[in-house]
């Protein structure tokens, strides 16, 4: 099977301080890995490196062939991704979030509506769809990030500890959700500390301690 | 009880030192030559003072002759009382919406969560709100009762003159502070008295707003007030007679107010509810603390999300696809942020196109291009700074960085440009000349302040901060290229007339506008880390 997120020596550092050592790894398609540790690891330092949001010290990352730093735009046609910490627009409605996003991404009107509707309902956002989101609670804006990136096409996932804020009902639909994706022949990556998320998806595991990254 | 004071010496304590961080001198810092600075603010500012009020006595004191110059203390008095009146009424509306005393997110969790003495507690909250409170006042005071010591020694040059304007202004102070005290404790009684236990009295405001009138109906009712003699009957509490010296009896009789009302104040405290305090205070300690810190951009996020909490929204129907959504979303966020202060921008390109054609003179036209670039460059990177606080989202998106950055920086000009050429129409009809130079550059010089004020945000960017929404605003480096981005076509435009001055000018700015979009571009796709 084709390899579609390809990390090679990816690092970062500060101030000569690694905050993530040379890793590499490859997914293929159809692949779900999780990515554990304890706190300060530097998780969350490596998803920040493999989404673009902040520059590696060294190494490459390849989505489905393409470089994430000469074809940034290439990557980011392909390549979904959820912060630890989701961000949006104070004037936006957490619906028009959607909407931005799935319009951005050339995904037809009919199509946001029917999915949008669908994923709105299953996270239980549905009617509070017209609130903005400084008006959520943290789990629901986990879960508007979340369905902010299903909502549009991609080929790679990305998850920061998706679940550190979700009630145990989310948890089971994002697992279906997921297991869905990789049925599709979706390429998915995520941490987290959840050991029911790890049990029920996992095709391969990473470790990350003192910001070494060892497979399992 | 004895934490609770550890804690409010500490809250005070950072208060003052916040203060004099303004003067360099540091708190912390015990050494001799710190001690001899502080000395040195002392006696400098005793000085300073001592001109500004010697300087503002000479202006009430003509202001006083004016009104009354007969009855100049009598006048002052009623000024105070009028002033004190008014602002006691709005203190009392303000302490019957809102709790007066104010707590923190920290102190709703460290102290209205304790089973603190609520006595004992809000006795001890009161003095730091009192005093920067009352500043303001004894400033009065001391203004008006140099202004009246100015009436009758105007002119004296004596060393004893000076300690007559002193004596008469610190009379005035001496007599304001009790006053000032027991309407101050009054309005927090009041405040305590709709929180107390579970109620919440919201029904208090009614008596208390026909309490506070009272003062200030006797003052317009008595017609005495309108003759600026002062108020017969209320003359006894502030009496005039601190031009003689003899003002004991209503020193005497502020000091029994303010001990009255402090006495209120303690006894109406025992069922305080600090939790519901907290809840109604925290929001604006918080807003309070981050505009004193100069966290302006938290502060109008803040405000702005209450603001379209509260309000009924309207929306535009998302129909476009790929970098058009980008458009329809700043249209939307355009729209939703829009409030009263954004037409001052609005304003300044009016007003400086239409002075720009007149003024003669580089140095004028470029003073003029500082104030415009000062004011629109914020405005026109609005959208931008917005985008790269959201940087995740930003990140995903699968727009190429130039139609971002277009997108971004061109929500605002339609109406910048629509205010250009309003003023360049009025110019026109001022001067009956239509300046054509300035119509054909206007376009460019809106851009090009937009592109370098969008440099300055890019350059300043930092990927690691972004990700927390942490964005640079314009600073000098950004207002500095403006200006010299825009003086040049308008040098052109001024110096050389007809199809040259046009074609010069015109070129000029495009060509400047297009070096500084490819600058803007080249830095906003390589923000650091």
């Known amino acids: 099977m084709a390899n579609m997120l390809e990390v090679e020596e990816i690092s970062k550092q500060y101030d000569g301080y690694y905050a993530v050592s040379p890793v590499s790894f490859a997914l293929h398609q159809a692949e779900i890995a999780v990515i554990t540790g304890p706190n300060g690891s530097g998780k969350t330092t490596l998803f920040s490196c493999l989404t673009g949001l902040i520059p590696a010290s060294s190494g490459t990352v390849k989505v489905a062939g393409f470089d994430l730093f000469e074809d940034e735009l290439e990557v980011h046609r392909r390549m979904a991704s959820v912060p630890d910490v989701p961000r949006f627009y104070t004037e936006l409605t957490a619906w028009e979030h959607l909407e931005f996003i799935a319009s951005a991404n050339d995904v037809e009107k009919s199509e946001i509506e029917s999915r949008g509707n669908k994923l709105f309902k299953d996270f239980g956002l549905w009617e509070a769809r017209s609130l903005f989101p400084h008006n959520y609670s943290r789990g629901m804006r986990l879960k508007l990030g979340l369905a902010m990136a299903f909502i549009r096409p991609f080929d790679v996932l990305l998850l920061d500890e998706p679940t550190s804020a979700l009630d145990v009902e989310s948890v089971d639909l994002l697992i279906d ?32 301690i003192n910001s070494l990254i060892k497979e399992a | 009880m004895k934490a609770i004071h550890w804690l409010r010496s500490k809250q005070e304590e950072n208060e003052l030192g916040y203060w004099l961080s303004f003067v360099a001198y540091d708190q912390q810092d015990h050494s001799l030559t710190n001690k001899i600075y ?26 006083l002759s004016l009104l009354n110059p007969d009855q100049a203390a009598n006048t002052s008095v009623t000024i105070i009382w009028f002033i ?55 400033v009065l005071a001391l203004i008006l009762g140099f202004s009246t010591a100015e009436l009758y020694y105007s002119g004296a040059e004596s060393t004893n003159a000076i300690f007559n304007y002193v004596g008469f202004g610190l009379r005035a102070l001496l007599q304001i502070i009790p006053i000032h005290l027991a309407f101050y404790a009054f309005q927090w009684s009041v405040g305590v008295l709709r929180l107390r236990k579970n109620d919440q009295k919201n029904w208090i405001m009614f008596p208390v707003i026909a309490l506070g009138l009272i003062p200030l109906g006797i003052l317009i009712f008595d017609n005495t007030f309108y003759s600026l003699y002062g108020s017969t009957h209320l003359i006894f509490f502030m009496n005039p007679d601190y031009i003689n010296g003899t003002a004991s009896s209503s020193l005497l009789l502020g000091s029994l107010s303010a001990l009255l009302m402090l006495v209120l104040l303690f006894s109406v405290s025992r069922h305080f509810n600090l939790n519901r305090a907290a809840q109604e205070t925290s929001e604006l300690e918080f807003l309070t603390t981050a505009a004193k810190y100069g966290f302006t951009d938290l502060v109008e996020q803040r405000r702005l999300q209450n603001r379209l909490s509260s309000k009924r929204k309207f929306t535009l129907p998302a129909k476009h696809k790929g970098s058009a959504a980008l458009s329809w979303k700043n249209r939307i966020q355009v729209l939703r942020g829009w409030n009263w202060k954004q037409l001052f921008p609005l304003l300044t390109v009016f007003s400086i196109s239409l002075g720009l054609p007149l003024v003669p003179g580089l140095v004028s036209k470029s003073l003029a291009l500082f104030f415009l670039v000062l004011q629109i460059g914020p405005i026109m990177t609005q959208r931008l700074r917005s985008d790269l606080a959201c940087w ?25 440009l629509a205010a250009g050429l309003l003023g360049l129409g009025f110019s026109a009809i001022l001067s009956k000349t239509v300046a054509i130079n300035y119509l054909f550059i206007m376009p460019g010089l809106l851009a090009t302040i937009a592109c370098t004020a969008a440099i300055d945000v890019l350059r300043k960017s930092k990927r690691d901060l972004l990700i927390n929404g942490t964005v640079p605003s314009v600073g000098t480096q950004g207002v500095i290229l403006g200006v010299i981005g825009t003086v040049i076509p308008v040098w052109l435009a001024s110096t050389f007339t007809g199809l040259v001055g046009i074609l010069f000018s015109t070129l000029s700015s495009l060509v400047i506008t297009w070096i500084c979009y490819k600058y803007a571009v080249y830095s906003f796709k390589n923000i650091r880390s």
Not at chain 2, 89 to 94: Q, T, V, Y
Not at chain 2, 96 to 125: G, H
Not at chain 2, 403 to 412: M, R
């Open chain 2, 38 to 63: 502080l000395l040195y603010l002392v006696i400098f500012f005793f000085f300073w003072f001592m001109t500004v009020f010697f300087f503002f006595a000479k202006v009430g004191g003509m202001a």
């Open chain 1, 177 to 208: 959700l997921l297991r869905r994706f990789r049925e599709a022949g979706k390429t998915i990556l995520l941490s987290t500390h959840d050991q029911r998320l790890i049990d029920s998806l996992a095709d391969r595991r990473f470790f990350i």
């Open chain 2, 84 to 138: 004190l009146a008014c602002w006691n009424l709005f203190g009392l509306f303000k302490s019957s919406k809102r709790s007066p005393i104010v707590f923190s997110e920290t102190d709703q969790v460290l102290v209205c969560q304790t089973p603190v003495n609520r006595r004992a507690l809000v006795m001890r909250w009161l003095w730091m709100p009192w005093f920067k409170n009352a500043l303001l006042f004894w």
């Open chain 2, 392 to 416: 995740p989202i930003l990140q995903q998106l699968p727009l190429r960085k130039q139609q971002i950055l277009v997108q971004d920086l061109i929500s605002s000009l339609p109406m910048l």
